[in-house]
């Protein structure tokens, strides 16, 4: 997966120069964005491309060299314009108007099989307008890291952002943490959109009101057309705006309090919750100091300059709630602001609801149980999960090999290689025991595949990101690597 730097000019069309490229984002107008060059680097090694991708982009990978990722994705050649997007946001709580894409661009726009509009956004692509005293670049641990963090993401069935590519460049970087020069790197993000919570929040500090309409009905077009399907029309012919927008508001609320739920059954600390972390699809991204929660603790804090653990695991869910109401903020000038607190109000119900879903279907439950014993199962989980600290991952994949049709005649046999005797396991036996009783029979082996969907046997935790590297970083050993994102599948 290792390409040599070449220059040659490829003999046959590359099929990424060839897609039908669209221009969505550039019909916005350069209120909303700055034209940038790419940067130019010593070295192009492809150390990762995702098959996976090609097909939804329509490709067959097998047609598609490292050659022609290369070329598209570390020369940056057949494409213009680039495109860095103009966004603020509150970070740590704090409004920060110092923002934008500072060492990346929405490098194109296409339109998958699926019918969805596709962004590539670069990652350590050079200085743009907003790169300030940074050098735009992405180290190439950062760049290992996040095509982890998104591969496994999407194997726990978070809606997530991927990586299409990653190119080392052969720059030597400095960083304020690290005692010596790290490597360099360059990435693709692939994902459903760039607009951000903070690219609203721009154009209110500025006082726009006019482009944060234009805005709203440019994201509602392209990322939730059936408002426009659905909508009533008035005598005029055209649809209700206000009612539209509303339940755009509304559908958002929806889709955050279901990705958070999302994260937090998937054991995962995003630790930079930012508004300007936050995109307008509800799709995570953006992965920085991430972690995987090694047991569960709420208090557990993924970045270390989180001094006071704002962004910690458990406060996730409070924290996009508080983003989505700081968000109220600018579509006031589009959006009736009770229809916005009303839609808002449900944030809880929705995320208990998903949050319930996935933990149960953790434990091999399908959602046709009854909520009583349901809730209370989940609540015991959780609390055994606590006082045993048993590693969060762990757990699942374990409860997942030994699941058995035999516990659903005697408590006692449920998951009895367990490490503890305390009360509060035989509680969670019976509980466990009491809710397979609603299970037919010849539903058992659908629990078992529930379980391999939602648990898998590797989940990367902070040490195993770290051997990885010490891999690369010390013998320039890509394999372990490789075979991680391989195993990360299972």
């Known amino acids: 997966m290792t390409v040599a730097d070449s220059a040659q000019t490829p003999k046959r069309a590359n099929p990424f120069l060839s897609l039908n490229l669209e221009t969505a984002l550039e019909s916005l107008g350069e209120d909303y964005y700055d034209i940038v060059p790419a940067a130019e680097f010593p070295q192009h090694l492809l150390r990762f491309r995702n098959d996976e991708l090609l097909q939804k982009l329509g490709l067959e990978p097998s047609t598609v060299t490292d050659e022609d990722f290369i070329e598209a994705f570390g020369y940056f050649q057949g494409v213009r314009p680039f495109l860095a997007l103009r966004y603020h946001g509150y970070q740590f709580g704090e409004y920060n108007p110092n923002l934008g894409d500072g060492r990346g661009f929405v490098y194109a726009q296409v339109r998958g099989t699926d019918g969805k509009l596709y962004d590539f956004g670069t990652k350590g692509s050079g200085r743009t307008p907003y790169s300030r005293h940074a050098d735009g670049r992405l180290t190439l641990k950062g760049g290992v890291r996040e095509v982890l963090a998104a591969e496994m993401l999407h194997r726990m069935g978070v809606r997530t952002s991927r990586c299409l590519s990653l190119v080392e460049t052969g720059e030597q970087l400095w960083r304020g943490d690290e005692p010596s020069p790290t490597r360099s790197s360059v990435m693709i993000r692939f994902s459903e959109s ?105 208090k557990f804090t993924a970045a270390y300059f989180d001094y006071y653990g704002r962004y910690s695991y458990g406060n996730q869910p409070a924290i996009c709630r508080w983003n989505l109401q700081m968000l109220q903020v600018p579509l006031k000038a589009a959006i009736n ?16 609801r998903e949050y319930r879903k996935l933990m149960l279907s953790k434990l091999g439950f399908g959602e046709e149980m009854p909520e009583e014993a349901a809730t209370e199962l989940v609540q015991l989980t959780l609390q055994l999960l606590g006082e045993s600290q048993v590693e969060y991952p762990e757990f699942f994949w374990q409860l997942r090999q030994q699941f058995s049709p035999e516990w659903r005649e005697k408590s006692d046999c449920i998951f009895g290689t367990l490490e503890t005797t305390s009360e509060l396991f035989e509680s969670w036996q019976q509980a466990y025991f009491h809710l397979l009783q609603f299970v037919a029979t010849s539903d058992l082996e659908q629990m078992r595949e529930r379980m391999a969907k939602y648990n898998p046997e590797t989940v990367v935790l902070r040490p195993k990101i770290e051997a990885i590297w010490e891999a690369i970083a010390q013998e320039d050993n890509w394999q372990p690597f490789y075979d991680l994102l391989t195993q990360i599948k299972a």
Not at 337 to 352: F, I, S
Request: charged share 20%; with cysteine.
């Open 194 to 298: 760039h607009i951000r919570f903070g690219t609203f929040e721009r154009l209110h500090y500025l006082g726009r009101k006019d482009l944060i309409a234009k805005l709203l009905d440019w994201v509602i077009v392209h990322y939730y057309p059936h408002l426009n399907d659905t909508m009533p029309p008035l005598l005029s012919g055209l649809g209700n705006p206000k009612e539209k927008y509303a339940r755009f508001y509304q559908e958002l609320v929806q889709r955050v309090a279901t990705l958070t739920a999302q994260w937090m059954a998937a054991g995962f600390c995003h630790a930079v919750l930012n508004t300007d972390n936050m995109s307008i699809t509800g799709e995570s991204f953006d992965y920085g100091p991430f972690a995987f929660i090694p047991t569960y603790n709420l």
């Open 337 to 352: 602001e009770a229809d916005m607190e009303a839609a808002l109000e449900e944030y809880y119900e929705h995320y208990n």
